[in-house]
């Protein structure tokens, strides 16, 4: 009937419609239980395994029923490893800072150390997944900290700003980026107190994560001793910290720099913050 009203062969309209129904209703409840088991399997994959049972279809085809079905293939978001203890803590933390007035946030000093690897690498993976399910543990990337290839910098920030940006082999003696309690005391003892005065005033919190040389004794008998009030921190918790929007902006911008070697890099970094609002690093 589509033939004679169209005025076309038979052959070329069943040619069309065969390349419109390429998929049973079967086969589409077959390629979208595959993403949802498997969610890093990929479109080849997929093509592959439906072969396997005589369906024989495009990757176009299937991204378009993926696609029907609000599936998208995203970057997976990273997330540490963390403990069902340490969960906990962070959640407690979480309630009992919810409420928090302003007036608390803007007298925190927040402090943190982070790598710059030499050659950046975003070590990303697509995965197939629905609207607000980016941080379901099945789509999600586990990371964990690893060296080489880098420079290690500590910095500080307040809500008026970022402070000093130290570059850690500047101020061991071997020259190295391993820091360890009492190189981390000597910057605590360098920097904090200058750009506390800068950013805050007088009276501030400073902030630290749970890392051993945070927690060493050592430390703990320093941060006794200057009477700072030190917030408590959770363990696990960098996420918390948005010191790290600060690292992130900063490795977003040296991406598609070339530094040939670690002194290159440091030059880079430093001038990357000069360039940055809010960023102003006064040791180099």
């Known amino acids: 009937e589509i033939a004679r009203t169209l005025g076309?062969?038979?052959?070329?309209?069943?040619?069309?419609?065969?390349?419109?129904?390429?998929?049973?209703?079967?086969?589409?409840?077959?390629?979208l239980s595959l993403v949802k088991k498997t969610p890093f399997?990929?479109?080849?994959?997929?093509?592959?395994?439906?072969?396997?049972?005589g369906v024989c279809v495009s990757k176009s085809t299937?991204?378009?029923?993926?696609?029907?079905?609000?599936?998208?293939?995203?970057?997976?978001?990273?997330?540490p490893l963390v403990s069902l203890k340490n969960r906990k803590?962070?959640?407690?933390?979480?309630?009992?800072?919810?409420?928090?007035?302003?007036?608390f946030w803007n007298k925190i000093l927040w402090t943190d150390e982070t790598k710059i690897n030499l050659y950046q690498s975003d070590g990303k993976r697509r995965v197939w997944r629905s609207k607000g399910t980016a941080h379901d543990p099945k789509h999600t990337t586990s990371s964990v900290k690893?060296?080489?290839?880098?420079?290690?910098e500590w910095t500080c920030m307040?809500?008026?700003?970022?402070?000093?940006?130290?570059?850690?082999?500047?101020?061991?003696?071997?020259?190295?980026?391993?820091?360890?309690?009492?190189?981390?005391?000597?910057?605590?003892?360098?920097?904090?107190?200058p750009n506390a005065a800068e950013l805050i005033g007088r009276r501030f919190t400073v902030q630290m994560d749970s890392d051993p040389k945070?927690?060493?004794?050592?430390t703990k008998h320093f941060l006794k001793g200057q009477k700072w009030n030190v917030m408590q921190w959770p363990s696990q918790?960098?996420?918390?910290?948005?010191?790290?929007?600060?690292f992130h902006l900063l490795k977003t911008k040296l991406k598609g720099k070339c530094p040939k070697n670690k002194q290159e890099l440091k030059t880079v970094a430093v001038e990357v913050c000069r360039a940055s609002p809010g960023m102003k690093p006064s040791v180099w």
């Open 41 to 53: 399997t990929t479109v080849g994959q997929i093509k592959n395994t439906l072969q396997e049972v």
């Open 89 to 103: 803590a962070r959640l407690e933390f979480a309630k009992q800072h919810l409420t928090k007035p302003s007036q």
């Open 237 to 246: 918790s960098p996420e918390l910290n948005p010191i790290e929007h600060a």
């Open 158 to 193: 307040a809500v008026n700003g970022t402070g000093s940006l130290v570059f850690i082999d500047d101020v061991t003696a071997d020259k190295s980026s391993r820091m360890n309690s009492e190189v981390f005391r000597a910057i605590l003892s360098a920097h904090i107190q």
């Open 214 to 218: 945070h927690t060493a004794k050592a």
């Open 8 to 31: 076309l062969d038979k052959t070329t309209v069943w040619n069309i419609l065969k390349n419109i129904h390429k998929t049973t209703v079967v086969d589409d409840r077959r390629i």
């Open 146 to 152: 690893h060296g080489g290839g880098s420079v290690m």
């Open 62 to 79: 299937i991204k378009r029923r993926l696609h029907q079905s609000e599936y998208r293939g995203f970057t997976t978001r990273f997330k």
